[in-house]
C-alpha cells in the first residue's frame, strides 16, 4: 500500500513539475496511439460499414474471421511484424524496425479488427432500420454508407475510443518491435515496464497513474467535443 | 415535362419460396387522382405497392412506365405504414430528400420551411425526429415524400398505427397534393378512409385484383360477391 | 599506443562538428541495469556527436540482432559465444573493453550457508544440497551461461533439479524482482545488483571467487554481411570506449563508494 501511496506522490509531483522526460515518453505516447488510431479508423470505419450493407459471396466468413482476429495475442503481433521489418527479413530494406512507425504499424494491426467489429456490429443496426428508407429512396452506395457513418457517427466514436483504449494500454508489442530505445522509441507502457524491471517501482506506479489519468483525459475530451453540439441533438 | 405515367402491370407474378404472393395481375395507371386498393390482411396490396414502386423482385411479367425505369424513380416517393425516420432532427430529415439530388443550398432551405408549414411541424424544427408522437412523424414521412414533388406517391396503410386527429391531417395533406396534381395510390383496410379519399379503386383478393373500377360504383354497386361481403365486413378466408 | 590516443583525440575533434548521427547498440540488461549507461552516452554524444541508441535485450538476443543486421554493434559478456560470432563472420573482431563480477545474493537468513563456501562451486553445492528457493535467469543470457558453467563445475546437472530451481527467462532486473518476492537465491552481477531498488529481504552473501570474472566485450557487427550498417560509426565508437577518457568514466563509477566496473581494454 505504500508503495501505490509514494507512486500517487511521485505521479504528482512528476506532473507539476513538468519533468521533461515525463513529458518526451507522453507526447510520443499519444503520437504513437492516436497515429495508429487515425491509420486504424480510416480503414475499419469503411470496411465495418461495407460489410453490414453490402451483401457478397463470402460475406459470413470475412465477418466470422474479422470478429476472430480481435482476439489476436498483441505480443505475437509484435514478433511476427518484428520478423517481417528485421533486416534479414522481407522488409528490411525500409529500415524501419525500432522506430516509432514500426510501434504504430504493430498497433494498427492490433486495433483495426476490433473497431471494424465494433462498427459492423452498430451500422448493421442501423441499416436494418434504415434499409427501406434508403432503397426507396434511390441512394447510390456511397450516399448510404455517408448517411449511415453519420448517423451512427457516435456508436462509431464509441469503437475508436475502445481502439483508443487497446492502443494506449498495450506494450507487448510495441515492446518487441521498438526496442524501447530511450529518446526514440520509449513510450509510457515500455518505461513502465523498464522500471518496474529495475525494481524502482514507485517510478513505475508515477508512469502508471500518468497514463490513466492520459487515457481518461482523451476520452472526457473526445466526449466533451462531440457535446458542444445542442442538447438533444445527438 | 414528360410525365412518367402511365404505370402498366402485364401479368406479374411474384413468389417467394415456392408460394405465390401475387399473381397474375395486370392492371394500368394512369390520369390525376388518388387510387385506394383495398382487401383482407394477407391479399397482397402491400406487395403490390412494392411491386409498383419497384423495390420488389417480381418472378414473371413486366412492370412499365412511359420512361425507363432508372429515370422513373426519381419521380416517386413511398411512405410506410410505421414511418422511418432518420436520427436527425425534424428539418434534416425534410432536408435529406434534397440533398441526395445535390440541390442548392438555399432551394432546400426554402422547400423545408414551406413543407414544415404545410405539414405543421414549424415548430418542432430541431427536436430529434424520433421522439416526435406517431401522427408527427407520419406527416414529417409525407413531408419528406412529398418535398420532391414526385409524380407518383405510394402510400402503404399510412393512417394504420395513428388516432382521429392525425389521420384527418394526413387525409387533408393528400387531398392538397392530389389537388397539387400528385397520383396518389394508396393501400387501407379502413373502408371509411377509403370512400372519402379515393377517385377510383382496387379491391385486392389472394393476390389478384378482383375487382376494380371508379369509385362511386365501386362503393356503391360492387359486382363481386367477396367484395360484397368484405364491405359487410366478413371475414374472406 | 600512442597513435591510437592521437587517432582517437582526432575523432573527438573532427566528430563534435558533425550533425548528431544514429548508432544502434545491443547490450545486455546487465548491462544496463547497473546505471553505467547513463553515465557514458552522454559523454559520447558530447565527445562524437554520436547519438546511441541502446536496445537493451539479453545476449541471445543482442547476438541475433547483429545477426541479422539489425543493429550496427553489440556489446555483451559470453566470451565462447562472442567467438563464434567472429568465427561465423557477423562481426568484425572481439575487443575487451571492462570487467566486473558475479556476486551471488540470497535471504539474509542464508539457509543454504553460502556465507562460509571456499568457492562458488563450493556455494552451488551447498545450495544444491540445501535446495532452498533459487532463481535462474533462464534467458541464455551471459549471466545464464555464466551460472551453467558453474553449476557443471560444481559437478551438478541443472537440467535435472527440482522445483525449488526457477528458470523466470528474463533480464536481470526482473529475475531480481523475481528473487526479492520469493526470497530466493540468484547468481547476478554486482553492477545490476548495487543498483537494484528492490532488495528486499535479500543481500550479498559470497563473492570474491576469479571464477565468477564478468568480462565485458564489443563487437561491431560485420559489414561485408550487412552493407547498411554503420561500421564507420561502430569503429568511432569502440575508439572511445577503449580511450582513457572512458577508462577514467567507467573506472570512476561508483554506487554508495563501491566501483562497478573496472576497465581493461587494451591496445590492439
Same mark, same amino acid.
Given at each position: 500500500?505504500?508503495?501505490?501511496?509514494?507512486?500517487?506522490?511521485?505521479?504528482?509531483?512528476?506532473?507539476?513539475?513538468?519533468?521533461?522526460?515525463?513529458?518526451?515518453?507522453?507526447?510520443?505516447?499519444?503520437?504513437?496511439?492516436?497515429?495508429?488510431?487515425?491509420?486504424?479508423?480510416?480503414?475499419?470505419?469503411?470496411?465495418? =460499414?461495407?460489410?453490414?450493407?453490402?451483401?457478397?459471396?463470402?460475406?459470413?466468413?470475412?465477418?466470422?474471421?474479422?470478429?476472430?482476429?480481435?482476439?489476436?495475442?498483441?505480443?505475437?503481433?509484435?514478433?511476427?511484424?518484428?520478423?517481417?521489418?528485421?533486416?534479414?527479413?522481407?522488409?528490411?530494406?525500409?529500415?524501419?524496425?525500432?522506430?516509432?512507425?514500426?510501434?504504430?504499424?504493430?498497433?494498427?494491426?492490433?486495433?483495426?479488427?476490433?473497431?471494424?467489429?465494433?462498427?459492423?456490429?452498430?451500422?448493421?443496426?442501423?441499416?436494418?432500420?434504415?434499409?427501406?428508407?434508403?432503397?426507396?429512396?434511390?441512394?447510390?452506395?456511397?450516399?448510404?454508407?455517408? =448517411?449511415?457513418?453519420?448517423?451512427?457517427?457516435?456508436?462509431?466514436?464509441?469503437?475508436?475510443?475502445?481502439?483508443?483504449?487497446?492502443?494506449?494500454?498495450?506494450?507487448?508489442?510495441?515492446?518487441?518491435?521498438?526496442?524501447?530505445?530511450?529518446?526514440?522509441?520509449?513510450?509510457?507502457?515500455?518505461?513502465?515496464?523498464?522500471?518496474?524491471?529495475?525494481?524502482?517501482?514507485?517510478?513505475?506506479?508515477?508512469?502508471?497513474?500518468?497514463?490513466?489519468?492520459?487515457?481518461?483525459?482523451?476520452?472526457?475530451?473526445?466526449?466533451?467535443?462531440?457535446?458542444?453540439?445542442?442538447?438533444?441533438?445527438? | 415535362?414528360?410525365?412518367?405515367?402511365?404505370?402498366?402491370?402485364?401479368?406479374?407474378?411474384?413468389?417467394?419460396?415456392?408460394?405465390?404472393?401475387?399473381?397474375?395481375?395486370?392492371?394500368?395507371?394512369?390520369?390525376?387522382?388518388?387510387?385506394?386498393?383495398?382487401?383482407?390482411?394477407?391479399?397482397?396490396?402491400?406487395?403490390?405497392?412494392?411491386?409498383?414502386?419497384?423495390?420488389?423482385?417480381?418472378?414473371?411479367?413486366?412492370?412499365?412506365?412511359?420512361?425507363?425505369?432508372?429515370?422513373?424513380?426519381?419521380?416517386?416517393?413511398?411512405?410506410?405504414?410505421?414511418?422511418?425516420?432518420?436520427?436527425?432532427?425534424?428539418?434534416?430529415?425534410?432536408?435529406?430528400?434534397?440533398?441526395?439530388?445535390?440541390?442548392?443550398?438555399?432551394?432546400?432551405?426554402?422547400?423545408?420551411?414551406?413543407?414544415?408549414?404545410?405539414?405543421?411541424?414549424?415548430?418542432?424544427?430541431?427536436?430529434?425526429?424520433?421522439?416526435?408522437?406517431?401522427?408527427?412523424?407520419?406527416?414529417?414521412?409525407?413531408?419528406?415524400?412529398?418535398?420532391?414533388?414526385?409524380?407518383?406517391?405510394?402510400?402503404?396503410?399510412?393512417?394504420?398505427?395513428?388516432?382521429?386527429?392525425?389521420?384527418?391531417?394526413?387525409?387533408?395533406?393528400?387531398?392538397?397534393?392530389?389537388?397539387?396534381?400528385?397520383?396518389?395510390?394508396?393501400?387501407?383496410?379502413?373502408?371509411?378512409?377509403?370512400?372519402?379519399?379515393?377517385?377510383?379503386?382496387?379491391?385486392?383478393?389472394?393476390?389478384?385484383?378482383?375487382?376494380?373500377?371508379?369509385?362511386?360504383?365501386?362503393?356503391?354497386?360492387?359486382?363481386?360477391?367477396?367484395?360484397?361481403?368484405?364491405?359487410?365486413?366478413?371475414?374472406?378466408? | 599506443?600512442?597513435?591510437?590516443?592521437?587517432?582517437?583525440?582526432?575523432?573527438?575533434?573532427?566528430?563534435?562538428?558533425?550533425?548528431?548521427?544514429?548508432?544502434?547498440?545491443?547490450?545486455?540488461?546487465?548491462?544496463?541495469?547497473?546505471?553505467?549507461?547513463?553515465?557514458?552516452?552522454?559523454?559520447?554524444?558530447?565527445?562524437?556527436?554520436?547519438?546511441?541508441?541502446?536496445?537493451?535485450?539479453?545476449?541471445?538476443?543482442?547476438?541475433?540482432?547483429?545477426?541479422?543486421?539489425?543493429?550496427?554493434?553489440?556489446?555483451?559478456?559470453?566470451?565462447?559465444?562472442?567467438?563464434?560470432?567472429?568465427?561465423?563472420?557477423?562481426?568484425?573482431?572481439?575487443?575487451?573493453?571492462?570487467?566486473?563480477?558475479?556476486?551471488?545474493?540470497?535471504?539474509?537468513?542464508?539457509?543454504?550457508?553460502?556465507?562460509?563456501?571456499?568457492?562458488?562451486?563450493?556455494?552451488?553445492?551447498?545450495?544444491?544440497?540445501?535446495?532452498?528457493?533459487?532463481?535462474?535467469?533462464?534467458?541464455?543470457?551471459?549471466?545464464?551461461?555464466?551460472?551453467?558453467?558453474?553449476?557443471?563445475?560444481?559437478?551438478?546437472?541443472?537440467?535435472?533439479?527440482?522445483?525449488?530451481?526457477?528458470?523466470?527467462?528474463?533480464?536481470?532486473?526482473?529475475?531480481?524482482?523475481?528473487?526479492?518476492?520469493?526470497?530466493?537465491?540468484?547468481?547476478?552481477?554486482?553492477?545490476?545488483?548495487?543498483?537494484?531498488?528492490?532488495?528486499?529481504?535479500?543481500?550479498?552473501?559470497?563473492?570474491?571467487?576469479?571464477?565468477?570474472?564478468?568480462?565485458?566485450?564489443?563487437?561491431?557487427?560485420?559489414?561485408?554481411?550487412?552493407?547498411?550498417?554503420?561500421?564507420?560509426?561502430?569503429?568511432?565508437?569502440?575508439?572511445?570506449?577503449?580511450?582513457?577518457?572512458?577508462?577514467?568514466?567507467?573506472?570512476?563509477?561508483?554506487?554508495?563508494?563501491?566501483?562497478?566496473?573496472?576497465?581493461?581494454?587494451?591496445?590492439?
Amino acid at each position: 500500500m505504500n508503495d501505490i501511496f509514494e507512486g500517487l506522490v511521485s505521479a504528482v509531483w512528476l506532473v507539476i513539475s513538468l519533468d521533461p522526460e515525463l513529458i518526451e515518453i507522453s507526447v510520443r505516447s499519444l503520437q504513437v496511439t492516436l497515429g495508429a488510431l487515425v491509420v486504424s479508423c480510416a480503414i475499419a470505419l469503411p470496411l465495418g =460499414t461495407f460489410l453490414a450493407i453490402r451483401r457478397f459471396r463470402y460475406r459470413r466468413l470475412t465477418i466470422s474471421v474479422l470478429n476472430a482476429l480481435m482476439g489476436l495475442p498483441p505480443v505475437v503481433v509484435g514478433l511476427v511484424v518484428y520478423i517481417l521489418l528485421s533486416r534479414s527479413g522481407p522488409f528490411g530494406v525500409m529500415g524501419l524496425l525500432f522506430t516509432p512507425t514500426a510501434m504504430v504499424i504493430a498497433q494498427v494491426i492490433i486495433i483495426t479488427p476490433l473497431i471494424a467489429s465494433i462498427t459492423h456490429q452498430a451500422m448493421r443496426e442501423l441499416w436494418a432500420e434504415y434499409h427501406d428508407l434508403l432503397i426507396s429512396l434511390n441512394t447510390s452506395q456511397r450516399q448510404r454508407i455517408k =448517411t449511415l457513418v453519420w448517423d451512427g457517427r457516435r456508436n462509431l466514436l464509441t469503437a475508436a475510443l475502445a481502439g483508443f483504449g487497446r492502443g494506449i494500454g498495450e506494450v507487448g508489442a510495441i515492446m518487441i518491435v521498438g526496442g524501447n530505445i530511450d529518446h526514440a522509441t520509449r513510450v509510457l507502457t515500455t518505461a513502465i515496464a523498464l522500471e518496474t524491471g529495475k525494481g524502482d517501482f514507485s517510478l513505475a506506479l508515477a508512469l502508471g497513474f500518468v497514463l490513466i489519468a492520459l487515457a481518461i483525459g482523451v476520452n472526457i475530451c473526445i466526449h466533451w467535443l462531440s457535446r458542444t453540439e445542442q442538447e438533444g441533438r445527438w | 415535362m414528360t410525365t412518367i405515367l402511365p404505370l402498366t402491370l402485364q401479368d406479374v407474378w411474384v413468389r417467394r419460396r415456392g408460394k405465390r404472393l401475387i399473381g397474375p395481375v395486370s392492371t394500368t395507371l394512369s390520369g390525376d387522382g388518388i387510387t385506394i386498393i383495398v382487401g383482407p390482411n394477407g391479399s397482397g396490396k402491400t406487395t403490390l405497392l412494392k411491386v409498383m414502386h419497384g423495390v420488389a423482385r417480381i418472378s414473371d411479367g413486366a412492370v412499365n412506365w412511359a420512361v425507363p425505369h432508372s429515370e422513373a424513380q426519381h419521380h416517386q416517393g413511398y411512405v410506410f405504414q410505421t414511418p422511418i425516420m432518420l436520427r436527425r432532427s425534424v428539418a434534416d430529415n425534410l432536408r435529406y430528400p434534397l440533398q441526395l439530388r445535390g440541390m442548392k443550398k438555399d432551394e432546400i432551405e426554402r422547400r423545408m420551411a414551406d413543407w414544415a408549414q404545410k405539414t405543421g411541424l414549424q415548430d418542432h424544427l430541431e427536436i430529434s425526429a424520433t421522439r416526435l408522437s406517431g401522427g408527427e412523424k407520419q406527416r414529417l414521412a409525407l413531408g419528406r415524400a412529398l418535398i420532391r414533388r414526385p409524380e407518383v406517391l405510394f402510400l402503404d396503410e399510412p393512417c394504420a398505427n395513428l388516432d382521429g386527429a392525425s389521420t384527418r391531417d394526413i387525409e387533408a395533406l393528400l387531398t392538397e397534393a392530389r389537388d397539387a396534381g400528385t397520383r396518389i395510390i394508396m393501400t387501407t383496410h379502413n373502408i371509411g378512409q377509403a370512400k372519402r379519399l379515393a377517385d377510383d379503386a382496387i379491391f385486392m383478393l389472394h393476390g389478384a385484383i378482383k375487382e376494380n373500377g371508379l369509385a362511386e360504383a365501386f362503393f356503391e354497386t360492387p359486382q363481386s360477391t367477396e367484395l360484397k361481403a368484405f364491405f359487410r365486413g366478413d371475414i374472406i378466408a | 599506443m600512442m597513435t591510437r590516443v592521437l587517432g582517437a583525440v582526432a575523432a573527438v575533434f573532427l566528430a563534435s562538428t558533425a550533425v548528431a548521427e544514429d548508432i544502434k547498440l545491443a547490450v545486455t540488461t546487465s548491462f544496463d541495469n547497473s546505471g553505467l549507461s547513463d553515465v557514458l552516452l552522454p559523454v559520447i554524444k558530447e565527445d562524437l556527436g554520436l547519438d546511441v541508441q541502446l536496445l537493451v535485450v539479453g545476449t541471445g538476443q543482442a547476438l541475433r540482432l547483429g545477426q541479422a543486421g539489425d543493429v550496427d554493434a553489440i556489446l555483451v559478456h559470453s566470451r565462447a559465444a562472442e567467438e563464434a560470432f567472429v568465427a561465423e563472420g557477423y562481426g568484425t573482431h572481439r575487443r575487451e573493453i571492462m570487467y566486473n563480477d558475479f556476486v551471488f545474493i540470497g535471504p539474509q537468513s542464508d539457509p543454504a550457508g553460502i556465507g562460509v563456501a571456499t568457492s562458488a562451486a563450493n556455494a552451488l553445492q551447498l545450495i544444491g544440497a540445501t535446495e532452498p528457493a533459487f532463481v535462474s535467469r533462464g534467458d541464455d543470457s551471459g549471466t545464464h551461461k555464466k551460472e551453467l558453467s558453474l553449476w557443471s563445475t560444481a559437478g551438478l546437472d541443472a537440467g535435472g533439479f527440482g522445483d525449488w530451481y526457477r528458470e523466470v527467462g528474463a533480464g536481470m532486473g526482473a529475475s531480481l524482482n523475481t528473487a526479492a518476492g520469493l526470497n530466493a537465491y540468484i547468481l547476478a552481477d554486482r553492477a545490476s545488483w548495487l543498483n537494484f531498488g528492490n532488495k528486499a529481504d535479500l543481500a550479498l552473501l559470497f563473492a570474491g571467487d576469479p571464477a565468477l570474472f564478468n568480462q565485458y566485450a564489443y563487437l561491431p557487427v560485420n559489414p561485408e554481411r550487412h552493407g547498411h550498417v554503420r561500421n564507420d560509426l561502430a569503429i568511432q565508437l569502440e575508439e572511445w570506449l577503449v580511450s582513457p577518457r572512458a577508462a577514467e568514466l567507467i573506472n570512476g563509477y561508483t554506487i554508495n563508494g563501491e566501483t562497478l566496473f573496472t576497465f581493461n581494454a587494451t591496445p590492439e
